[in-house]
C-alpha cells in the first residue's frame, strides 16, 4: 500500500477512497492505470459519453458497486430497486440474475434516446456498447466493493495518519494504552516509536500514570498498569498518594509500606 501511495501522491480524500477500494486481490491490477491517469500519462477513456459524470471521480475506472448502480440507472433507466438488485448480484456471484438483468439493460440502453446518440457520436453499434459494459460489469463482479465502507476505511485512516504525523507522541501513547495486556504489540509499538525518533520512558513513580503518556519534556512515559502483574487498583493508590504527599516521598513511602508488611 505505501509503496502505490508514494506513486500515488494523493492530494485529495477521493483518492484514498479509491485505494482502500482497489488494494484488494483482484482489483490491485488496475491501481496502476489508476495513478498513470491521475498523473496525465495515460489517457481516460470512457465506453459512452454518458459514463463520465459518474466515471470522472476515478479516471473512468469503475472502482465501487455504487458506480454500476447509478450506471445502470443512467443507460438502461434501471429503477432504485433494479439497480441495488443488480448490486447484489454482484455481491454475491449471482450470475443467474445477473443475466436475467442483461436482458432488461439491453432493452433500456436501446430505449435511451441519449444513449442511442453516445452510440453515434462514438460510431458504434448501441449493441457493440452494450456488451462490451456489461462484459466490464461482469468482470467487476469478481472484486466489486462497497463505496461506503472505503470511505469509512479512508477517514479513519486520514485521521490517524495525521494524528501520527503532527502528533505523534499523543498518538502512539493513545496507540500503547489501547494494548496494555499485551506484551508482544506492546514491544512492537515501542520499537515503532524508537524508530520514529521518540524517547520510550520506563516506569517512574514520581511521574507514571496508569496508561502511557506523554511527559514535559514530550517524550513517552511508560503506564504501570502494562507492568506484568501490576494491577490497576495498585496503580490507582500509588497515583492516589503521589497527589496527597508529592511525587518525592513516593518511594519512602513504599520502601516503609513493604517493611511494615
Known sequence: MKKYLRELQPNRFEDLVAMNALYRPGPMEYIPNYVARKHGREDIYYDHPLMESYLKDTYGITVFQEQVMLLSRKLGGFTRGESDSLRKAMGKKLFDMMAKLKAKFDEGCKANPDFVKGCEELDKKPQEVIDKIWKDWEAFASYAFNKSHSVCYANL??????????????????????????I?????????CRRMGMDVLGPDLNESFLKFTVNKEGALRFGMAAIKGVGEGVVMEIIKEREKRGPSKMCLILWSASVSR
Open 157 to 182: 485512516a486520514y485521521q490517524t495518519g495525521y494524528l501520527k504525523a503532527h502528533y505523534p507522541a499523543e498518538f502512539m501513547a493513545g496507540v500503547l494504552s489501547r494494548n496494555l495486556s499485551d
Open 184 to 192: 508482544t504489540k506492546i514491544t512492537t509499538f515501542m520499537e515503532e
